[in-house]
């Protein structure tokens, strides 16, 4: 069985945050020492690597469920909790990773694209601790009885999918030598035999001219007609075209065992690539005419030459077994791919786009959305107000109090108000339900800012 693996679904959960604790100062001679809960440690998260020395995504291939260490809790005497250990997920150089609809499993957005060594992202951050009863003294709540709960993490399903990092592609039909050519040209090993659909996994290998130019080439299995409804290997693999900037297209100027026409070989690829998307018809392209060393193939070669040049496309006759051309074709690559290289803009370094996504998923945190679920019924959702729910503790009447402070000082009350909720209406936020009483003042809350720093 292969072990290359390019696309998978995984489940990644971060850790739970510990409860912070709600505990008072004991000792000799100290009558009242105060409040001392110590804060709950926060989760791990997990984080996903780009590694550029993994090829596939093959550990993912069988275990399909990640979780990251929980925090512990708070202690009294002010010891906060530990943290919780991340967990780091290697993933190849190419991997996108998208989040995934629970219920269709169907991609929802994209969350990162990792293409560059060391880029980091995380997937499930951990749940933030929970604060000790320290943090809730003000001027009018001397002694705070309660404390918050860890947060729990998120647990979520995730989409691994590779996409090969190379500079040039061979694409073409089954068995047309793409293979023997990237055995020629480089140091790569593909298996090589003389029926269709030999290669069933894409292989890299680095092409070096005389003068000490290289680039990354990646010989992609076999396509055929329909490969953009998925046909043949189809999907599966017109997805390791997308990143490259440059396509080989062969064609097997002998017809293979079935007698092909190249013309019509050459035509079938273009409408395919054409098909699957039309950023890769349109993408640089040199048209090679393999086994030209065959006796018999001077006309195809003709035709497939006047044609790839009608289409501006260079073209180059070479045999794979004889090495017939395989030099200048390599030069050619060379120097397209060097001038192609230096028309890409500078990604944004590693950091930037890890805090860009942090930023996004901050932003989607803090939007609350309220919505009318009958006629004297409310439903309130967004991360961060949900966070605030789980996290207090609902057998303690004065950390519901202090919830409820929280939602008036958020806007939620006023939102509320001018989305036309009424006095007893009732307002849902997960599994809990409030009695809408609108905005009001609570004396013994009004320092709270103060107290939370």
Same mark, same amino acid.
Request: glycine share 12%.
């Given at each position: 069985?292969?072990?290359?693996?390019?696309?998978?679904?995984?489940?990644?959960?971060?850790?739970?945050?510990?409860?912070?604790?709600?505990?008072?100062?004991?000792?000799?001679?100290?009558?009242?020492?105060?409040?001392?809960?110590?804060?709950?440690?926060?989760?791990?998260?997990?984080?996903?690597?780009?590694?550029?020395?993994?090829?596939?995504? #093959?550990?993912?291939?069988?275990?399909?469920?990640?979780?990251?260490?929980?925090?512990?809790?708070?202690?009294?005497?002010?010891?906060?909790?530990?943290?919780?250990?991340?967990?780091?997920?290697?993933?190849?150089?190419?991997?996108?990773?998208?989040?995934?609809?629970?219920?269709?499993?169907?991609?929802?957005?994209?969350?990162?694209?990792?293409?560059?060594?060391?880029?980091?992202?995380?997937?499930?951050?951990?749940?933030?601790?929970?604060?000790?009863?320290?943090?809730?003294?003000?001027?009018?709540?001397?002694?705070?009885?309660?404390?918050?709960?860890?947060?729990?993490?998120?647990?979520?399903?995730?989409?691994?999918?590779?996409?090969?990092?190379?500079?040039?592609?061979?694409?073409?039909?089954?068995?047309?030598?793409?293979?023997?050519?990237?055995?020629?040209?480089?140091?790569?090993?593909?298996?090589?035999?003389?029926?269709?659909?030999?290669?069933?996994?894409?292989?890299?290998?680095?092409?070096?001219?005389?003068?000490?130019?290289?680039?990354?080439?990646?010989?992609?299995?076999?396509? #055929?007609?329909?490969?953009?409804?998925?046909?043949?290997?189809?999907? *599966?693999?017109?997805?390791?075209?997308?990143?490259?900037?440059?396509?080989?297209?062969?064609?097997?100027?002998?017809?293979?065992?079935?007698?092909?026409?190249?013309?019509?070989?050459?035509?079938?690829?273009?409408?395919?690539?054409?098909?699957?998307?039309?950023?890769?018809?349109?993408?640089?392209?040199?048209?090679?005419?393999?086994?030209?060393?065959?006796?018999?193939? *001077?006309?195809?070669?003709?035709?497939?030459?006047?044609?790839?040049?009608?289409?501006?496309?260079?073209?180059?006759?070479?045999?794979?077994?004889?090495?017939?051309?395989?030099?200048?074709?390599?030069?050619?690559?060379?120097?397209?791919?060097?001038?192609?290289?230096?028309?890409?803009?500078?990604?944004?370094?590693?950091?930037?786009?890890?805090?860009?996504?942090?930023?996004?998923?901050?932003?989607?945190?803090?939007?609350?959305?309220?919505?009318?679920?009958?006629?004297?019924?409310?439903?309130?959702?967004?991360?961060?107000?949900?966070?605030?729910?789980?996290?207090?503790?609902?057998?303690?009447?004065?950390?519901?109090?202090?919830?409820?402070?929280?939602?008036?000082?958020?806007?939620?009350?006023?939102?509320?108000?001018?989305?036309?909720?009424?006095?007893?209406?009732?307002?849902?936020?997960?599994?809990?339900?409030?009695?809408?009483?609108?905005?009001?003042?609570?004396?013994?809350?009004?320092?709270?800012?103060?107290?939370?720093?």
């Amino acid at each position: 069985m292969s072990s290359f693996t390019d696309f998978c679904h995984i489940n990644v959960r971060g850790g739970d945050g510990g409860a912070g604790c709600m505990s008072f100062r004991r000792e000799a001679y100290v009558p009242k020492g105060g409040p001392d809960g110590g804060d709950g440690g926060d989760g791990g998260s997990v984080i996903c690597v780009a590694d550029p020395q993994l090829s596939s995504l #093959i550990d993912y291939r069988y275990k399909h469920h990640f979780r990251a260490e929980r925090g512990t809790h708070g202690q009294g005497a002010r010891r906060h909790g530990k943290d919780g250990e991340d967990l780091i997920l290697r993933v190849p150089l190419g991997t996108v990773i998208r989040e995934l609809d629970p219920a269709t499993m169907e991609p929802i957005y994209e969350i990162a694209d990792l293409t560059q060594p060391g880029e980091r992202v995380c997937v499930a951050p951990g749940g933030m601790g929970g604060r000790g009863n320290i943090h809730f003294v003000t001027s009018v709540r001397r002694a705070p009885a309660f404390a918050e709960k860890g947060e729990p993490a998120l647990d979520h399903w995730i989409e691994l999918e590779m996409k090969l990092m190379a500079d040039a592609a061979l694409v073409g039909m089954p068995s047309v030598g793409k293979s023997s050519i990237i055995s020629r040209i480089s140091a790569a090993r593909p298996k090589i035999a003389d029926y269709p659909f030999t290669t069933l996994v894409p292989n890299l290998g680095v092409a070096r001219t005389s003068d000490g130019r290289s680039f990354v080439c990646a010989d992609v299995p076999g396509l #055929i007609e329909g490969a953009s409804e998925g046909k043949g290997l189809g999907h *599966e693999f017109l997805r390791h075209i997308e990143r490259t900037a440059l396509i080989l297209h062969v064609v097997d100027l002998t017809g293979g065992f079935e007698g092909r026409d190249a013309l019509v070989d050459y035509e079938t690829i273009n409408n395919e690539l054409k098909a699957y998307a039309s950023e890769l018809f349109e993408r640089p392209q040199i048209v090679v005419g393999n086994k030209c060393d065959m006796p018999g193939t *001077e006309e195809a070669l003709l035709c497939l030459k006047e044609r790839a040049e009608q289409d501006g496309h260079p073209f180059f006759a070479v045999s794979a077994v004889t090495g017939e051309g395989l030099d200048q074709l390599v030069a050619a690559c060379a120097t397209m791919v060097a001038d192609l290289r230096s028309t890409i803009e500078p990604t944004m370094p590693v950091e930037s786009i890890n805090a860009a996504w942090e930023r996004s998923r901050a932003k989607r945190d803090q939007a609350m959305s309220i919505s009318r679920e009958g006629k004297h019924a409310w439903r309130v959702s967004g991360g961060q107000i949900e966070r605030m729910v789980v996290q207090t503790d609902w057998e303690n009447d004065e950390a519901v109090a202090y919830l409820q402070h929280r939602f008036e000082r958020m806007g939620l009350d006023a939102q509320l108000a001018k989305l036309g909720c009424e006095h007893g209406d009732e307002v849902r936020i997960l599994g809990y339900a409030f009695d809408y009483e609108g905005a009001h003042d609570e004396i013994a809350f009004e320092d709270d800012e103060e107290g939370e720093e």
